[in-house]
């Protein structure tokens, strides 16, 4: 069952029922101001940091769900009802909302009048942008009023929620026409304040949410847009929140439009008045001015569009498919832009408020967007190497507003240096700027122990041989890639944090993963001091590899596929010896991108006994057979029921290191077919199952041994996205970016018989053209000339190449 449609020349999703199976939401912002919303309105806002810089209320794990976010209503001659259909559920003639590249637009249509909200934040903009626009269709003339609502958070997402014997007495506003400032703590140590303000003169206004609602009554019953007059309340602690009221004369087939502007604002401390008491809102003022037509809000919204367009040039397909098509031309990219603003930050699954920006996350995001943004790559490659420590390992999080390391986490997750690497050669393969690896970086964010960003990877590419187990395999630490795998922390506490409990200590646990990992990582390291001349380091790093590869084709293998680890006593973990979680998908495809059991025909066994043992019409579970009961030595994976999560759950981040070890055997179709299990638009039929939205990736989707196989729970916010992209664009599609030159070798079902990559990078661009069979085997030809191998040299910036492929 579907609940809407893709709208393709609009790069949009058509949202047509209010009831979808769960809220579908969108993310407005590009630079420092987001903003979550769902096809009914819900969500928030905030100031570079969900937690510490929230503008708006949300109520996670509310009933009803998603009540809250921004409210305009309508009371047509006593009439109640919003054209986002909540929160009051007055049934609608006509309802729409179209979720697009950086806004959101939510019409209703009920008795003659159509009542239509464009949401956006303009680029380099602090603020979001509400164009209302009300239309009479009837032939009569209309007298309506027209109430917005938003409830302001107290700044801190986290204390907002718990410290309310302060917090209910601190709420401060000032109304200045038709502007209202929201400027709780502002008096003390902040500088910072929010305006909420119309373009528009008001027939009243709302400040007090008690007096909006009234006492105990739902957002559905609110007494204020249900009386048709408003209450000109001025909050004074309790809950503070912003609301104006529009009286408004429609001729018959008349419409008028309004704009609302929520803006996020600073000060300098020394100029914080106007006078003793009044707030210093010049900046604010100026903000409600650049707003203060429709027309300046259209220009804005243009621009926005335009920015998608320049954004979104730089990979495109045009195949017979257009699933695949939007897939990578539209939805996968704009996600993975979401997921670069966002980490795992704040989505409706992630509060915000507690994990930051991960070292992990943000290197393994940075593949999926480093072409779209490589200077905003480059910043982030240089703020997430400063939260390494000297030994090479890292903080696992750091915050967006501070850049620092989050000090309630730490380190000791053992993976995380590895992926610093794979993160900076994908930005000097996009780039060819080597000069970044002479940047001068700190270690632990102290610039007295500054060293260059080549310093920082060689002490990435240190740590796993310098943290070697029994077997001379990395040690696992706290954790590797899968936070639920816990083989140093004996957890029988409840509440315990699995992660941070380390309550045993042998250097024992191993980890096959981080193994196959520095396989596969390694070369790039390698590589990378070779072009600087460096060959004695190449030639000591491609020595560790090679070792490497020995040691995990002798102790990883089980027989039938690689070990997932040893724990804590020296046990197998994922071997057919154990009674529960004999096989894992992790160590699988990255032991074949790692090139280890190339030659003597172990890599085709481990993914012939993934799709034997982990593969669903959903896609491939993390492990098998799901574990039944609490395994202490394990942790948390065993927490969860069979299923569910890291307990044979399907990960969808994991499964295109599947697809990918597929497409580097030559295995065109299986790889194509993991592909399609889990994209979201080749699973939008069963919306119903899957119940998240049908235009981006989950984290997870419930695997075979769940009581609801199929169901997908996290979205937006997970490294799938990148690592999907990487999957379609660079292997299945088959046109990646190597140091010298564009890679193209096409490993892509026969259904995709011909198609066309435009791929821009370096300045140039290249069109390239594939006529596909669905074989392994391509012959090039650049621009009529066959040449030797799949590697295009790099063009000049300015030149245009035409690549023609044959597989």
Not at 91 to 98: A, G, K, P, Y
Not at 212 to 227: D, K, Q, R, S, Y
Not at 631 to 640: A, I, K, P, Q
Request: proline share 4%.
């Amino acid at each position: 069952m579907k609940y809407g449609h893709f709208d393709d020349a609009a790069r949009e999703y058509v949202i047509t029922t209010p009831h979808t199976p769960y809220p579908w939401i969108n993310y407005l912002g590009t630079q420092e101001f987001f903003s979550l919303v769902s096809h009914t309105g819900g969500g928030y806002a905030f100031y570079r940091d969900a937690k510490l810089r929230r503008l708006t209320r949300y109520r996670y794990n509310n009933t009803p769900v998603d009540d809250g976010g921004r409210i305009f209503t309508i009371n047509d001659g006593g009439d109640v009802w919003s054209p986002s259909y909540r929160p009051y559920k007055t049934e609608l003639d006509h309802f729409e909302t179209r979720h697009g590249l950086g806004y959101t637009q939510i019409t209703g249509t009920r008795n003659g009048l159509e009542a239509s909200v464009l949401m956006f934040v303009p680029v380099d903009t602090n603020a979001e942008i509400h164009h209302v626009t009300l239309t009479n269709t009837t032939d009569a003339a209309k007298q309506v009023s027209l109430f917005s609502f938003v409830e302001f958070c107290l700044w801190n997402a986290e204390d907002d929620q718990t410290n309310y014997q302060r917090n209910l007495s601190i709420g401060e506003v000032q109304v200045d026409g038709s502007a209202i400032y929201h400027l709780t703590e502002y008096r003390e140590r902040r500088n910072h304040y929010a305006a909420y303000g119309v373009n528009a003169p008001v027939a009243g206004f709302d400040t007090d949410r008690d007096t909006f609602l009234g006492l105990g009554n739902g957002f559905h019953e609110a007494a204020v847009p249900h009386a048709g007059v408003s209450g000109n309340s001025v909050a004074s602690g309790w809950y503070p929140i912003g609301s104006h009221h529009l009286s408004v004369e429609l001729a018959p087939g008349e419409s008028k439009r309004y704009v609302f502007t929520l803006g996020y604002l600073e000060n300098d401390p020394e100029d914080k008045w106007e006078a003793p008491g009044v707030a210093n809102t010049a900046g604010a003022r100026a903000l409600l001015e650049r707003f203060a037509t429709s027309d300046a809000a259209d220009a804005e919204f243009s621009r926005l569009q335009e920015y998608w367009d320049d954004l979104l040039g730089s990979y495109t397909v045009s195949s017979p498919d257009d699933r695949l098509d939007r897939s990578v031309n539209i939805w996968n990219q704009y996600q993975c832009m979401v997921t670069y603003n966002m980490s795992r930050s704040a989505s409706y699954f992630e509060t915000g408020m507690g994990r930051g920006m991960g070292f992990r996350d943000s290197s393994q995001d940075l593949l999926g967007f480093v072409h779209l943004v490589p200077e905003r790559a480059r910043e982030r490659i240089l703020d997430i190497a400063a939260t390494q420590f000297p030994d090479g390992s890292a903080y696992h999080q750091y915050q967006p507003l501070t850049k620092r390391g989050n000090h309630a986490l730490g380190s000791g997750f053992n993976d995380d240096p590895l992926w610093l690497i794979l993160g900076v050669a994908a930005y000097i393969k996009e780039t060819g700027d080597e000069a970044i690896l002479d940047e001068m970086v700190p270690f632990d964010n102290d610039d007295t122990q500054a060293d260059t960003l080549m310093e920082h990877l060689r002490r990435s590419f240190n740590h796993p041989l310098d943290k070697a187990g029994p077997h001379g395999l990395p040690l696992i630490g706290r954790a590797d890639w899968n936070d639920c795998l816990n083989l140093n922390c004996f957890s029988t506490e409840p509440g315990e944090s699995f992660q941070t409990t380390g309550n045993r200590t042998g250097g024992v646990a191993e980890s096959i993963m981080i193994a196959a990992m520095f396989c596969a990582i390694g070369p790039e390291y390698a590589e990378l001091a070779r072009r600087r001349g460096d060959t004695a380091e190449a030639e000591r790093a491609d020595a560790a590899v090679a070792q490497m590869r020995e040691v995990t084709a002798e102790h990883g293998w089980d027989g039938q596929w690689f070990l997932r680890a040893y724990d804590y006593f020296g046990d197998k973990v994922g071997s057919a010896q154990n009674a529960e979680g004999q096989i894992w998908i992790e160590p699988q495809g990255w032991a074949v991108m790692g090139g280890v059991g190339l030659d003597d025909g172990k890599a085709v066994a481990a993914l012939d006994s993934v799709h034997e043992r982990l593969n669903t019409d959903h896609g491939i579970v993390l492990l098998n057979p799901a574990y039944t009961e609490y395994h202490v030595e394990l942790g948390e994976v065993t927490s969860y029921p069979p299923g569910y999560k890291e307990n044979a759950g399907i990960f969808c981040h994991n499964n295109p290191w599947i697809i990918i070890g597929e497409a580097l055997l030559g295995r065109s179709e299986q790889a194509w077919q993991y592909w399609k299990q889990i994209a979201p638009a080749y699973r939008e039929e069963q919306s119903e199952v899957h119940r998240l939205e049908p235009y981006v990736y989950a984290q997870m989707i419930a695997g075979k041994d769940a009581v609801r196989h199929g169901e997908a729970k996290n979205s937006w916010l997970t490294g799938t996205a990148s690592w999907n992209f990487v999957a379609v664009s660079q292997y299945l599609l088959g046109v990646r970016p190597g140091y010298d030159g564009l890679i193209v070798e096409p490993r892509i079902g026969a259904d995709i018989g011909v198609y066309t990559v435009t791929r821009v990078i370096r300045g140039a661009t290249y069109v390239i053209t594939v006529t596909n069979s669905g074989g392994a085997d391509a012959v090039v030809t650049v621009d009529g000339e066959t040449i030797a191998g799949t590697v295009v040299p790099y063009a000049p910036a300015g030149s245009t190449v035409q690549v023609e492929v044959t597989v």
